[in-house]
T-cell receptor, first 116, second 111 residues
Framework: EAQVTQNPRYLITVTGKKLTVTCSQNMNHEYMSWYRQDPGLGLRQIYYSMNVEVTDKGDVPEGYKVSRKEKRNFPLILESPSPNQTSLYFC?????FGTGRFYEQYFGPGTRLTVT | GQSLEQPSEVTAVEGAIVQINCTYQTSGFYGLSWYQQHDGGAPTFLSYNALDGLEETGRFSSFLSRSDSYGYLLLQELQMKDSASYFCAVRDRAAGNKLTFGGGTRVLVKP
């Protein structure tokens, strides 16, 4: 089954304790992206990756890191989480822009993060 | 930069038709897409318009007017399961390969 998986689905942590949210897709997609979703603010892009070893900032990258060492995986790293990073996080993937299927993003189930 | 505007909420009864408008401002437009998200779920892709006109997929249709920087999603024969949030999204040349989403329109379908 074609899918994007994220782990963990729920996480409660404390300020300053480094954490990683994993994302993996099995569709051989080049493009992967992280979003955060907050009430009233919609989906905001954090980072995206056009392919292995190619990453770039989205609209809200501060406080986050990413890496793309393998095509299927795109982990999101919070080196020193703060309460304002409490949010619902989604990973997504798609074929690259040149294919015309770029806009068909497949989303993971989401990770609800609470930082106290 | 980019900005998208869509209504925050729409209420309608089963069987009705709902139109969700999306106006955008970008410095170089590529295309407009629509996603559906049920409460507690992940967004799912509905449609994409790169050219002017109407794209129909079953009960849902999406329209784009590039000259007016405007698009809409049309939900026909509304069903209770259509109660969800709907987001428009754009990519523009100045933003590279970023995708920007609108704030979402919550559609509530009543019996």
């Amino acid at each position: 089954e074609a899918q994007v998986t994220q782990n963990p689905r729920y996480l409660i942590t404390v300020t300053g304790k480094k954490l990683t949210v994993t994302c993996s897709q099995n569709m051989n997609h080049e493009y992967m992206s992280w979003y955060r979703q907050d009430p009233g603010l919609g989906l905001r892009q954090i980072y995206y990756s056009m392919n292995v070893e190619v990453t770039d900032k989205g609209d809200v990258p501060e406080g986050y890191k990413v890496s793309r060492k393998e095509k299927r995986n795109f982990p999101l790293i919070l080196e020193s989480p703060s309460p304002n990073q409490t949010s619902l996080y989604f990973c997504a993937s798609s074929l690259n822009f040149g294919t015309g299927r770029f806009y068909e993003q497949y989303f993971g189930p989401g990770t609800r993060l609470t930082v106290t | 930069g980019q900005s998208l505007e869509q209504p925050s909420e729409v209420t309608a009864v089963e069987g009705a038709i709902v139109q969700i408008n999306c106006t955008y401002q970008t410095s170089g437009f590529y295309g407009l897409s629509w996603y559906q998200q049920h409460d507690g779920g992940a967004p799912t892709f509905l449609s994409y318009n790169a050219l002017d006109g109407l794209e129909e997929t079953g009960r849902f249709s999406s329209f784009l007017s590039r000259s007016d920087s405007y698009g809409y999603l049309l939900l026909q024969e509304l069903q209770m399961k259509d109660s969800a949030s709907y987001f428009c999204a754009v990519r523009d040349r100045a933003a590279g390969n970023k995708l920007t989403f609108g704030g979402g329109t919550r559609v509530l379908v009543k019996p």
